[in-house]
């Protein structure tokens, strides 16, 4: 572990430092004045305030306020950030290609760098975790499908809460169901029904699920019955969790 600390440093020594950094494949965290445009789906601006942006070597970025946890502006991983200077100004800029995604934060007034070497081979374990996937999701729906266009989360039904009811790029009703397990055949039939009833006004409805893994019986169920199999590798579960339900439910 080395950890380098700069204090105000101005906005050429702070584009040389970051790029070091990315080029070491360190993490790098400024704390500044700045100012965030972002531009893919959608496109927005944040006016000028104190934060703290961190980039990541993966090309994870992310702006924090003094308040939430959770990032104002952000990027996952998968894609890149580099430095600038530009009309006087240190810019930090993540971006990625698919979806065509920029997040840029000029930096108007650095109060303070610091580079930090990290290693950690750690892997955090956790059980009911499903509001995650949910966060997850809705923050980005294109990571089910491009397009994918998220319009209510829990909306209630007389089987009970779909978890998202969604339109897909051509307008299409898009029923999704969200596991943090793997997924069974009680959950193809949770989706099932819902899709059922949407389906009696407009057959063109499609349904999803979506989980970590699903066993080929399960995808089959699903494809002969018009349903859609979404895996979410990334939030795999250890055995422990799959086997909270009945091994005759894959």
Known sequence: MVAEQLDAPNPETLVAEAKAAFRDGAMLTVQARCEVAYEGRTSGHLGPGDRILVAKPDGTFLVHQPTGHKPVNWMP???????RTSDGDAVLLARRTNPSERVEARILDAYGLTRFDATDGATYEESGTEAEMHEYIEANPDALEEGLRVVEHERESKYGFIDFFARDGNGTPVVVEVKRIQATLNHFDQLQRYVSLYREENDEVRGMLVAPDASERVRRALRDN?????????????????????????
């Not at 991983?77 to 430095?83: E, I, L, R």
């Not at 979404?230 to 939030?235: I, Q």
């Open 77 to 83: 991983g998968g894609g890149s950030v580099s430095a």
């Open 226 to 250: 018009g349903l859609e199999f979404v895996a979410l590798s990334e939030f795999d579960t250890d055995a422990k969790g799959a086997m909270e339900a009945k091994l005759t439910d894959f």
